[in-house]
Nanobody, 122 residues
């Protein structure tokens, strides 16, 4: 059984910081890539960031580049997203996902978490 559990969401003021974490349970692929997506109210789910298994390849949506940092700890099966300089438009449910390769498209990810709410107040 494979499961992903996100933690760390909450309410934060604009300009503040928050760190999300995601724990991977069970085995998936030999070297799983991982990613964060988000879905704002009334909008579709969008790519935020991805990371390769060894952490050497990272990718960010233009909207978060320079403000968000993705990282992982494979010894603990953990994925992180450090978010800083938060804006009201970052308000969304944040999901972690795992797949074979780091990609921007959702269809490349087979397993998803339930999501954690991040609300940024202006």
């Amino acid at each position: 059984q494979v499961a992903l559990e996100e933690r760390g969401g909450g309410l934060v003021q604009a300009g503040g910081s928050l760190r999300l974490s995601c724990e991977l349970y069970g085995r998936t692929y030999a070297n799983p890539a991982m990613a964060w997506f988000r879905q704002a109210p009334g909008k579709g789910r969008e790519f935020v960031s991805s990371i390769s298994y060894n952490g050497q390849l990272t990718d960010y949506a233009d909207s978060v580049k320079g403000r968000f940092t993705i990282s992982r700890d494979n010894t603990r099966n953990m994925l992180y997203l450090h978010m800083s300089s938060l804006k009201s438009e970052d308000t969304a449910v944040y999901y972690c996902a795992t797949g074979r390769k780091p990609e921007r498209l959702q269809r490349f990810y087979d397993f998803w978490g339930q999501g954690t709410q991040v609300t940024v107040s202006s």
